[in-house]
């Protein structure tokens, strides 16, 4: 038997038997493949034959296309001799949306594997592929990993064409394409490319192109496989490709002169290049009042620097520096520490792993349970362990204080990032106190200053310094100061000047 | 891959090799809140006594069970031949290693001070972890005493007297010594030490007994110490205190009372932004200065029965004599009792005329202390406030 591979390449015959033969040989017996025979216009003498996958393909369409080819076909062609070509009954038969030939074996097999129903005729050289996709899917729910209280509240689903159509709903821009891919050898995920044609960064989705396309890979079920193959730094702990579940902010980000990629199967798309403090900006900075946009940004900045650092400082200001703690503090700390058995790094592991073992078993269990979890694991955490003297009080504190700050950190897979970065650092304070501090951060800086995503700088506009971009980093200017958008990007000019509101001038009529 | 890889190895190996080194916990600390200095038995040798705070019963329950409910200072002394020999013998029954970075207070006795500083200036700054910004003062009474003596509101009490020194401009009445300015004076050639006195009297009134009166001892801080080079060579009363702050301080506020012009009761005035100005000048190679003292007051206390908008002129002119009087006294204990500059009167000469300096700095103390002085002080009553007589009442 030749190997699938070479019965892929195979062109179809006009004979019906060679092709009955050759699909079968690919695709085998499989419970959910359907094989329909009917006669063509009712003619026992001219056969035909028709396959599809239930639950992908729409019944009604199947049904549609063969009412078209016992019925119709006989009352259009009484006066014609014998089958004509493929291309002949895609026009002038069916009456389906999207239907065309197909010669080669390989193109029809995907498409049947897609949702496509399959037509042989007796007589004909080709087949004909009727575009039939239709399955169950998950209805548009809001975002769970990114909720806002003001701005849309649809998410993306799991249906590529629902995604891209999120977003050519809020851009009707002639010049947003989606450009096609598949990735994976088994999975042939479709993957679209969609950019601005005119604002995207030069040379940008060629890259994007360069990268997926040299992915070999069987199959794709998460957009996290393509991140983690077109990433730019493999080993760093930072994410240098964003993903998202909200089509505005896809739309933004493409406005934006960037690159979002959607893959099939997933509800999160991926949008390159990426900066870090991407992760600390949410939309609805944009979609409040921007006094109060720049004050919760600011509040995330801050949320970023305690997650980061709020327990590996206190370590080292209570192993280590006692002189640089007010005097009455380090009393009420030292006085809650007397009875604690553990050093204050020990002390710290336990209780930073105690609260990861405590979201993580929250995270996966059904709901009920899940907060069965919480309250068991706040009660002992937090009353019980510092009663029984085992933790002190201070160290509760500052754990909740950062766990609570890495929540405020709206993108989930940084506040991830971070709270594993958090652990060197804080061996590095509890052994080494601020000198092992300063190590560990300074690495952490200087390995976020090196490295890029898809050719931007990860910490731009910070450094390199944009002035320009600065206007949409810490603070968050109002609409009519945003007038640019990143310098990567082709046309940088956003909306036009003098947009500043003010009310009119009386005139003299009053 | 490989510099990752040697990245990882030299971190480990410097986490290693450190094995921690210098890793002590806050709580393994015997945190020092007071510091005592007194000269020991042996001839030479130093007493040394610590007031260590013990975090549980300063804090007492914080969440969690805490150790014992005693008291919240452990006071304990040792003696040796300097004053790093004294700590060391701390050693030999303090559990926990001694800590002097968040002392408040080093308090010396009369004698120890009057045998000479130097030894412990040079200590307590050569020190790393000892802080610039601790309180100084000398003690007639024994420094033990004093640093073991529950006092005033706080629980600790050296954390009492550093609200004492804080607060001490209220009245007004000893001067703000500490590490910093002590050293500088010490190191100076044209300025003396001077540095607040601490005393115990009994002040308290026992909740248990009150109508013993004045039965429990407390801190007072009153006064100051005068210094000439490291040694001790007197008191200064707090009067004479307040004449020395006008010279010290930039500005200075206080409370005065005053003879009312009508009859011998008394009306009180705060003067506020009082300003020393000193100008030097040196006649016939001996230096002299010309002292002028320029302020404002507010009657807050009119105990004299009658409107005192119209004896203005009077007040103003008592007001300037009990000043007057304050710098003057402070001058002539400095010159004539005591002989040391500890007005800082020799700074001002120098930074006014530096070659005059450099000639007289030799001799300065019989220059200063022979040195002509003219005093001047100007007052002005800004406000007589609401009230103004007793008759409004009715």
């Known amino acids: 038997m030749p190997a699938i591979r070479e019965l892929l390449l195979e062109a179809f015959q006009p004979s019906l038997k060679d092709n009955e033969a050759l699909v079968d040989a690919i695709l085998g017996s499989s419970a959910d493949l359907k094989k329909r025979k009917f006669a063509l216009g009712g003619d ?7 396959y599809y996958v239930a639950g992908l393909a729409d019944s009604k369409v199947v049904e549609l296309i063969l009412r078209a080819l016992v019925v119709q076909y006989r009352e259009s062609h009484r006066e014609k001799e014998g089958p004509e070509t493929a291309d002949d009954i895609v026009t002038g038969l069916l009456s389906n949306a999207s239907a065309k030939s197909c010669s080669k074996a390989e193109e029809a097999i995907t498409s049947v594997l897609t949702g496509d129903t399959l037509v042989m005729i007796e007589g004909v050289g080709e087949a004909i592929v009727v575009v039939s996709r239709g399955w169950e899917d998950r209805s548009i729910e809001e975002p769970v990993a990114e909720n806002n209280v003001r701005g849309p509240r649809d998410g993306f689903t799991e249906s590529i064409r629902t995604n891209t159509a999120h977003v050519r709903r809020r851009l009707r821009d002639p010049r947003l394409r989606f450009d096609e891919m598949v990735v994976g050898e088994r999975s042939k995920t479709d993957v679209n490319i969609a950019y601005i044609e005119d604002l995207v960064k030069e040379g940008l989705v060629e890259e994007v192109k360069r990268r997926i396309g040299r992915i070999r890979i069987d199959a794709v079920l998460e957009s996290s496989y393509i991140e983690e193959l077109i990433e730019d730094e493999p080993l760093s702990p930072l994410n240098t490709v964003q993903n998202t579940e909200r089509p505005d902010k896809v739309a933004s980000a493409l406005l934006e002169g960037r690159v979002a990629i959607f893959i099939d199967n997933t509800p999160s798309v991926l949008l390159v290049p990426t900066f870090f403090w991407q992760y600390i900006q949410a939309s609805d900075d944009y979609y409040n009042h921007y006094w109060v946009g720049t004050f919760y940004r600011i509040v995330r900045y801050v949320a970023l620097i305690i997650s980061l650092v709020l327990p590996s400082i206190y370590v080292m200001l209570i192993s280590f520096h006692h002189e640089m703690i007010p005097t009455s503090l380090a009393l009420t700390i030292a006085s809650g520490r007397e009875v604690v058995p553990f050093p204050v790094l020990l002390e710290a592991l336990l209780m930073e792993l105690a609260f990861e073992l405590m979201r993580e078993a929250g995270i996966r269990m059904p709901k009920p349970i899940g907060q069965a979890v919480s309250i068991v694991g706040s009660l002992i955490i937090g009353q019980a362990a510092v009663q029984a003297g085992i933790v002190s009080p201070f160290m509760v504190i500052i754990v909740a204080i950062t766990g609570i700050s890495s929540f405020a950190i709206p993108s989930y897979s940084s ?22 501090f300063a190590t560990v951060f300074f690495a952490l800086m200087l390995h976020a200053l090196s490295i890029r995503s898809f050719g931007e700088s990860y910490l731009a506009p910070a450094s390199p310094f944009r002035a320009r971009d600065q ?27 003098r947009q500043r509101p003010k009310p009119p001038t009386p005139t003299e009529k009053g | ?81 300097s004053i790093f020999d ?36 040079d200590f307590f700054t050569r020190n790393r972890e000892l802080r610039m910004n601790t309180w100084v003062a000398v003690t007639p009474d024994s420094p033990d005493e004093l640093i073991s003596t529950i006092t005033g509101i706080e629980v600790v009490p050296g954390e009492a007297v550093d609200r004492l020194f804080r607060y001490n401009m209220v009245t007004g009445l000893a001067v703000g010594s500490n590490m910093m300015n002590l050293e500088e004076q010490f190191l100076s050639s044209s300025a003396q030490p001077v540095i607040a006195k601490l005393q115990l009297m009994p002040r308290g009134i026992s909740n248990k007994k009150p109508e013993e009166h004045g039965s429990l001892k407390q801190v007072e801080l009153t006064g100051a110490a005068a210094f000439r080079e490291d040694r001790m060579v007197g008191w200064l009363s707090p009067e004479e205190t307040r004449g020395l ?29 009082a300003r020393l100005s000193v100008y030097p000048s040196v006649r016939d190679k001996e230096p002299e200065f010309r002292i002028r003292l320029s302020t404002e007051a507010d009657i807050v206390e009119n105990g004299c029965g009658i409107s005192l908008a119209a004896y203005r002129r009077e007040l103003e002119g008592e007001l300037s004599d009990a000043l007057r009087a304050k710098i ?53 009553i800004k406000s007589t406030a609401l009230r103004t007589s007793r008759r409004d009442i009715h």
């Open chain 1, 44 to 50: 026992t003498a001219v056969s035909g034959l028709l």
């Open chain 2, 1 to 81: 891959m490989r510099n990752f890889a040697l990245f990882i190895m030299l971190s480990l190996l410097a986490a290693t090799t450190s094995s921690c080194m210098g890793l002590r916990q806050i709580n393994e600390l015997a945190i020092v809140s007071a510091v005592g200095l007194d000269v020991g038995e042996k001839p030479g040798s130093v007493k040394l006594s610590a007031q260590i705070m013990r975090p549980a019963d300063v804090r007492g329950q914080t969440g969690a069970p805490s150790g014992g409910t005693g008291e919240p200072i452990y006071s304990v002394s040792a003696e040796g031949d």
């Open chain 2, 245 to 273: 702050l006008f010279f010290v301080h930039d500005y200075l506020s206080g409370v005065e009372p005053v003879s009312c012009p009508n009859n011998g009761s008394m009306a009180t005035l705060e003067f506020k932004q």
């Open chain 1, 471 to 497: 206007r949409d980093m810490v603070l968050r200017m109002p609409m009519w100061m945003l007038d640019g958008r990143p310098n990567f990007a082709q046309d940088e000019d956003r909306i036009g000047g």
């Open chain 1, 415 to 436: 506040s991830l990032a971070i709270r594993i970065i958090r652990f060197p650092l804080l061996i590095a304070s509890g052994t080494l106190g601020l000198l092992g």
């Open chain 2, 86 to 121: 004294a700590i060391r013998n701390l050693g030999r029954f303090t559990s926990r290693r001694v800590y002097w970075a968040h002392n408040f207070l080093i308090v010396m006795h009369e004698n120890y001070a009057r045998r000479g500083i130097g030894d412990m200036v």
């Open chain 2, 328 to 380: 003057v006294a402070v001058l002539k204990k400095a010159q004539k009792d005591y002989r040391t500059d500890i007005l800082k009167l020799g700074d001002r000469l120098r930074n006014r005329y530096p070659i005059e300096w450099s000639r007289l700095r030799g001799r300065w103390t019989d220059a200063f202390s022979e040195a002509e002085m003219k005093v001047e002080v100007k007052t002005t």
